[in-house]
């Protein structure tokens, strides 16, 4: 039944600490306030029904509800049930729908656990939470950020999203496992209050991803607790699970800190840019017609991700080197003011050219015919704010390549030196059997004191014995 309000700010100041509202303008916020119908629920009593028609979006003000999904399989009697609070919402034709002439169906039963409140946005009004089906407002006049259009999501039902890979970020012939990161953490950003922070997520590339596909990401609430949260997202292509991330949250607090320093890297200003760098490869004569062609359309393809290299390789005649890379990077556009999409941003390009380190001993590059690589997992630590669309200095090294495996990790630093990623993966790379009976891969590879010094200078490493670890109470 409805209820009134009696102070009709309180609701406004509500939908301004979510996340589904959090990027937008007070102004639109108090638009969306406007036209809230408020309802209330008796534990037991239902408040939708699978297979119903939805009247919009259902925000939950007080109150806990139990979402009842049907068996997975057919004869199966195990329901899934999924426990919802204050804060989280269902139902509606997702707060990013474009078509909103199609009636959207409820996908699962809703039942109060204890009494309830809810606000319920109606279906005509859900057009207030979505500009040019984005949740990142853009400051007048600019236009949206690449890789915004990029991570986005439509939220299907409850803690559903669906993702897919749009014209300009399609890379390659696979679904580029940056993207998975980036939209697994972008779905699990939105199942939490916006008071929480993720620290850590990590992730199994279980299956190919085909970018021709949309890929629908399920978020479980694993735990919620006073200070972390924790969520498991899995994303589906064709019924099958692909791609699986765990990531934890934390309510901020100080406490002791210390890091490693900032290695020296050259200015940002002196670095090529990448498409100084494919200029440069598409003009070398050594590149085949083959190539030069398959370069031709590529570089046409607009950029996400500015990536300024600060080593220079040869990349129509790699030679071996040592397994490290010194990268600059930031997203193209203004990313606004919501850290969870900086955060995915950074977990979107801490992919870029991550493996290829692994490679650079052996003088083989990305891509190379004679390579079949893929990531396996990869791992990231957020200890700090920052934003995604300023510089970045990654920091990229490979340890250890065996049995088939190249383990890499990685270090994120902002201009001013702080140390705000840690990234770590590791992945397959198998080497084609003629290759590897030529014998292109010797273990004296490892033996070689140019590629791997048996004492390697500490500062190449960003610490000096003599220097301190910065350090703060």
């Known amino acids: 039944m409805a209820i009134c309000i009696g102070d009709e700010g309180v609701i406004a100041k509500f939908l301004a600490s979510l996340r589904l509202l959090q990027a937008l303008p007070p102004a639109c916020v108090q638009k969306v306030a406007d036209r809230i119908e408020v309802l209330t629920f008796r534990p037991q009593e239902v408040l939708a029904k699978e297979g119903t028609p939805s ?11 139990r979402v009842v999904q049907a068996p997975n399989h057919v004869g199966s009697t195990d329901h899934t049930a999924l426990v919802l609070s204050v804060g989280d919402h269902f139902g509606g ?5 474009t078509d909103f002439s199609k009636q959207h169906l409820h996908s699962a039963d809703v039942v109060a656990v204890t009494e309830v409140t809810v606000l319920l946005l109606p279906n005509e009004h859900c057009h207030l939470l979505s500009e040019d089906s984005s949740h990142v407002v853009q400051p007048e006049g600019e236009k949206q950020a690449l890789i915004a259009r990029i991570l986005h999501l439509d939220r299907l039902e409850a803690d559903f999203f669906q993702g897919v890979t ?7 012939p696979r679904l580029f496992g940056g993207q998975l990161l980036g939209q697994g953490l972008w779905a699990a950003c939105q199942s939490v209050d916006a008071s929480l922070g993720v620290h850590s997520l990590h992730s199994y590339f279980l299956l190919p991803g085909d970018p021709n596909v949309p890929i629908i990401y399920r978020v479980d609430h694993i735990r919620d607790g006073k200070s972390f949260a924790t969520r498991h997202v899995v994303a589906i292509q064709k019924g099958r699970n692909i791609f699986s991330l765990h990531a934890s949250f934390q309510r ?7 890091q490693y320093p900032m290695p020296a890297a050259p200015s940002i200003e002196t670095v090529p840019t990448w498409e100084e760098l494919q200029e440069e490869y598409y ?6 017609k083959e190539a030069r062609e398959r370069f031709k359309r590529r570089r046409k393809r607009p950029i996400a991700i500015d990536m300024k290299f600060c080593e220079a390789i040869d990349r129509v005649e790699p030679q071996a080197r040592p397994p490290r890379q010194l990268i600059w990077w930031r997203a193209r556009g203004n ?14 390009a801490s992919d870029f050219s991550f493996l290829e380190t692994a490679l650079l001993p052996h003088g083989f590059l990305i891509p190379d015919r004679r390579l079949v690589v893929a990531s396996l997992d990869h791992s990231m630590w957020f200890h700090r704010p920052f934003r995604a669309d300023d510089w970045l200095l990654y920091q990229v090294e490979s340890p250890r390549s065996s049995g088939s495996r190249g383990f890499c990790l990685g270090r994120m630093y902002t201009r001013s030196g702080e140390l705000v990623v840690s990234t770590a993966q590791e992945g397959l790379i198998r080497l084609d059997p003629s290759v590897r ?5 010797s273990s004296d590879v490892e033996k070689d004191p140019a590629l791997f010094p048996s004492k390697v ?9 003599s220097k301190p670890l910065r350090s703060r109470l």
């Open 335 to 348: 990313l606004g003011s919501d850290p969870a999409l900086h955060q995915a941003t950074a977990a979107y």
């Open 252 to 258: 901020a607090e100080e406490g002791l800190e210390h």
């Open 166 to 172: 749009i014209p300009e970020g399609n890379l390659y």
């Open 55 to 65: 009247r919009g979006l259902y925000i939950l003000h007080s109150g806990q509800v």
């Open 437 to 441: 009976v030529k014998g292109a891969l």
């Open 93 to 97: 034709q997702g707060s990013c729908a």
């Open 283 to 288: 003009n070398d004569p050594r590149v085949s």
């Open 457 to 465: 200078k500490e500062k190449d490493d960003g610490v000096e014995p």
